[in-house]
């Protein structure tokens, strides 16, 4: 399978490395050691596939000319389009055969996959409260970046990540997103956020840029149990609790995983992004119930800035 990486950011370069020799193309408008400036530059035969890495204004544009042309395509989250946008990408990916693959590499967390055995596994039993923090120290990074600092900040970008491991566990919830609070204490964008959205289980979530040290918990209460996920592995050690309620009441049971190693995530999401070219399908319905959550959330803030509230609240 031969790649192209599209822009050489952040997430273009770590992809570039973790495809290794398989990249045959590489596009930016301003980097130096690009081969092309632009997609549409690059020969059709040159590449099977693409890894869009770009800002989200540029997504629907090289998306449509990838497709159109057969290519599959990973792009990086968030995709927060209009529904026909992605109902129009869905049709194009049937109709030539090319998959069309978001990337949400915290799908392949070591311990967010255990949970999801165990919660398939039936140990918790009724699931009540999943309770998520996310927080890194990237704010000014961000503030400081020429394109980053805009539109829905940090809701779009890390609670975007949220809300997508929240599907994987527990399945498509129906119930609307609910704004608790969202700050800008640092950058033109949200720097901070906490939401929720009613259902079961219950989720509360809370996203931000100013946890100076990198920060990740997942606390899951149900009517047998509970379980508990601190640390991501990229800033390990990773630590997966799983409790056994004991009635009346009580000190309850556990068992403790610990995981100590590099990320695995990005190798692991290569891969199934690979497989999916070689069996079709994509994972675009994902992308819809994802950007309903947060167009819900962005309509009860006034700190929307107009750029983003418009390609929210352009839905139909």
Not at 28 to 48: K, L
Not at 155 to 183: C, E, K, T, W, Y
Request: net charge neutral.
């Amino acid at each position: 399978m031969k790649i192209a990486v599209i822009g050489l950011g952040v997430q273009g370069r770590k992809r570039r490395a973790v495809a290794g020799k398989r990249v045959t193309v590489t596009v930016d408008p301003v980097a130096a050691e690009a081969d092309y400036h632009s997609i549409e530059q690059a020969p059709v035969d040159a590449y099977d596939a693409a890894c869009v890495c770009v800002p989200d204004s540029e997504k629907p544009r090289i998306l449509r000319h990838l497709l159109e042309r057969g290519k599959h395509v990973l792009v990086e989250k968030p995709l927060l389009v209009p529904a026909a946008e992605i109902q129009e990408w869905t049709r194009l990916s049937k109709d030539n055969g090319a998959t069309c693959y978001t990337a949400y590499n915290h799908r392949f967390e070591p311990h967010i996959a255990r949970l999801k055995t165990v919660i398939e596994g039936g140990g918790l039993g009724l699931l009540y409260l999943a309770r998520f923090f996310y927080g890194n120290g990237t704010a000014r990074d961000v503030r400081n970046s020429p394109w980053r600092d805009q539109g829905l900040g940090v809701v779009s970008d890390l609670g975007s990540h949220l809300l997508d491991m929240a599907l994987f566990l527990f399945g498509p919830i129906q119930a609307p997103g609910r704004l608790g609070s969202v700050n800008r204490f640092e950058n033109r964008a949200p720097d901070h956020v906490c939401f929720s959205c009613d259902g079961r289980p219950v989720l509360e979530l809370e996203a931000t840029l100013l946890s100076w040290r990198n920060t990740f918990a997942l606390d899951l209460y149900g009517e047998a149990g509970s379980a508990h996920v601190q640390c991501l592995c990229k800033w390990g050690p990773s630590t997966l609790t799983v409790r056994k309620r004991v009635l009346p009441s009580g000190r309850p049971s556990e068992t403790v995983e610990v995981l100590e190693q590099p990320d695995p995530t990005w190798a692991l999401e290569l891969d199934h992004f690979l497989e999916l070219c070689r069996s079709g399908g994509n994972n675009l319905a994902n992308d819809l119930w994802i950007a309903e959550r947060i167009r819900e959330i962005a309509q009860q803030t006034s700190l929307t800035p107009d750029p983003q509230a418009k390609i929210l609240s352009s839905h139909e």
